[in-house]
């Protein structure tokens, strides 16, 4: 049996349809099962990643976990609200047995502070390593190319992008089906040994006014501009 947390989310979905394309045992954990018809096959459990009797019961008897810390950024202590949920995981992890970990991680959570929304999957992999007798592998991917949808209405009505990178500077992405992949594979051959960290990137770094231009394109509107702003200006859009 193989558990995945985050069972409905971009990457999670990914990872159980390659996993049951795959005849293996699946048991889901979500908050909800909106279209289970996906999940056909496999275990669900709806409950909250904040209660380890929930997290604990998942992981029994299985050989190996994805496991994710999911970010609320409307958090008023966005650090705080994922430790929680990270010290409920390391509690089930360790109180389970189960011996192999997929975390979910990124790139920058090798740093202690000032990378925002990352520094709590930095004090997961911390937390991850001090446990005993496990081994976990933690993925650190790139932005995720999904990303960019929510900008597709600003796109749409405005004909801007707005961002708050440097249009010309290259950035490493990532998509999801690409990360969900190896996730599967890991989980079916989990010969991953002690605490061990793998970088997930695409096929090459793009600027933002790159990405732009094959976005428009994308929808039929070749008139597409990145506008960088400050972060509280993109608050407001």
Do not use: W
């Amino acid at each position: 049996m193989i558990l995945v947390l985050g069972a409905t989310g971009h990457i999670g979905s990914q990872v159980v349809q390659h996993l049951l394309a795959n005849g293996e045992k699946v048991r889901c954990v979500a908050r909800k099962f909106p279209n289970r018809a996906i999940f056909k096959d496999a275990e669900l459990i709806t409950g909250d990643i904040n209660e380890v009797a929930v997290i604990h019961e998942a992981m029994h008897g299985c050989k190996s976990a994805f496991v994710m810390l999911p970010t609320d950024l409307k958090a008023e202590e966005p650090r705080f609200n994922a430790n929680k949920m990270g010290e409920v995981i390391g509690e089930a992890i360790e109180e389970s047995g189960i011996k192999k970990i997929v975390n979910l991680s990124s790139i920058g959570a090798e740093m202690e502070d000032g990378t925002g929304p990352i520094t709590a999957l930095h004090d997961q992999e911390v937390r991850l390593n001090s446990l005993s007798g496990v081994d976990v592998l933690h993925l650190r991917c790139t932005f995720f190319m999904e990303n960019h949808l929510q900008a597709i209405p600003s796109m749409i009505a405005m004909n801007r992008y707005f961002g708050t990178v440097d249009g010309d500077t290259p950035i490493d992405m990532v998509a999801t089906r690409d990360i969900a992949a190896r996730v599967a594979f890991l989980l079916m051959s989990p010969n991953f040994k002690g605490h061990s960290v793998e970088y997930i990137l695409g096929p090459r770094a793009y600027s933002m006014n790159e990405t732009v231009k094959i976005l428009g394109d994308a929808i039929e509107k070749n008139d597409i501009e990145y506008v960088e702003v400050s972060d509280d200006e993109m608050r407001n859009y």
